[in-house]
């Protein structure tokens, strides 16, 4: 199974940055989301890259602001967060599979995947 670290939350302004970082060790796997959850709320998918490097977006209320990446030499997926409002405050979690996009955002994990124990983002001033 794939082990998954989450880092690089905390306290921002709002219109500020953030780059989560999700660092996967143990079994390969391909596929790697971001996801969300604010107090009160149902779990979010923002944005997934599959094993072809194609990135699928979840969240409109990101698009413009929020861009993900992989450095497959660090087997590390990133989560670059610009403009940040209050509405972005939430634990942020990462997961991976090695099926696909649409079933990890269906929480498909299949032998291997996982989710990461997440990291909190709070945007205020």
């Known amino acids: 199974q794939v082990q998954l670290v989450e880092s690089g939350g905390g306290l921002v302004q709002p219109g500020g940055s953030l780059r989560l970082s999700c660092i996967a060790s143990g079994t390969t796997v391909h596929t790697i989301g971001w996801f969300r959850q604010a107090p009160g709320k149902e779990r979010e998918a923002i944005l997934c890259i599959n094993r072809s490097d194609r990135i699928t977006d979840y969240a409109d209320s990101v698009k413009g602001r929020f861009t993900i990446s992989r450095d497959s030499a660090k087997n590390t997926v990133y989560l670059q967060m610009n403009g940040l409002k209050p509405e972005d405050t939430a634990v942020y979690y990462c997961?991976?599979?090695?099926?696909?996009?649409?079933?990890?955002?269906?929480?498909?994990?299949?032998?291997?995947?996982?989710w990461g124990q997440g990291t909190q983002v709070t945007v205020s001033s």
């Open positions: 997961a991976a599979n090695d099926l696909s996009c649409v079933q990890l955002v269906l929480n498909q994990l299949g032998p291997g995947g996982s």
